[in-house]
T-cell receptor, first 112, second 115 residues
């Protein structure tokens, strides 16, 4: 089955700095790669996703890159703000309608 | 629109007891998923319903877990008898259909503690 590795497990940055979270996956059949953000005490929410026919996708301060050859994808957050503090999960799946295989999560702390 | 809801938010039971978790998906969503996160580990897939049918139950850990979705609306996940290793947060998610564009919307989770 699919195995998703996520690094780092914790990340602390100063407000305004960039944050990068990296994930690797094992199943070459994976084609859908969402990122979820879970704030303390709240539900996981999708913040951005990318599909295998796209190498990079950007939405304001967040971007995701995908390298299918190397089987890795990354989340980039620029100009971080304290409200970006949360646990971020990457996931991989053959398609959006199927089971998501998650990484272990990255706890991001943005200090003012 | 109302999001995915789960009940209860917390449950503390003793080993050997039975617990039933409930999930109400977003109205009109045919797909319903159960996931579980054990402390410090990844969110792991348990099973996937399409309407009332089990599409994929490959993640169910053992036969102490029983999921149902009678009528294709809400779903229940029963753990009987509960063991210590069943502790964790159980998430439910739903999506409208199996297309390339459908996001899985998560509920707030049920935190289960087995003592």
């Amino acid at each position: 089955g699919e195995n998703v590795e996520q690094h780092p497990s914790t990340l602390s940055v100063q407000e305004g700095d960039s944050a990068v979270i990296k994930c690797t996956y094992s199943d070459s059949a994976s084609n859908y790669f969402p990122w979820y953000k879970q704030e303390l005490g709240k539900r996981p929410q999708l913040i951005i996703d990318i599909r295998s026919n796209v190498g990079e996708k950007k939405d304001q301060r967040i971007a995701v890159t995908l390298n299918k050859t190397a089987k890795h994808f990354s989340l980039h957050i620029t100009e971080t703000q304290p409200e970006d503090s949360a646990v971020y999960f990457c996931a991989a799946s053959p398609n959006s309608g199927y089971a998501l295989n998650f990484g272990k999560g990255t706890s991001l702390l943005v200090t003012p | 629109e109302a999001g995915v809801t789960q009940f209860p938010s917390h449950s503390v039971i003793e080993k050997g007891q039975t617990v039933t978790l409930r999930c109400d998906p977003i109205s009109g969503h045919d797909n319903l998923y159960w996931y579980r996160r054990v402390m410090g580990k990844e969110i792991k897939f348990l099973l996937h319903f399409v309407k009332e049918s089990k599409q994929d139950e490959s993640g169910m850990p053992n036969n102490r877990f029983l999921a149902e979705r009678t009528g294709g609306t809400y779903s229940t996940l029963k753990v009987q008898p509960a063991e210590l290793e069943d502790s964790g947060v159980y998430f439910c998610a739903s999506s409208q259909d199996n297309t390339q564009t459908e996001e899985q919307y998560f509920g707030p989770g049920t935190r289960l503690t087995v003592t």
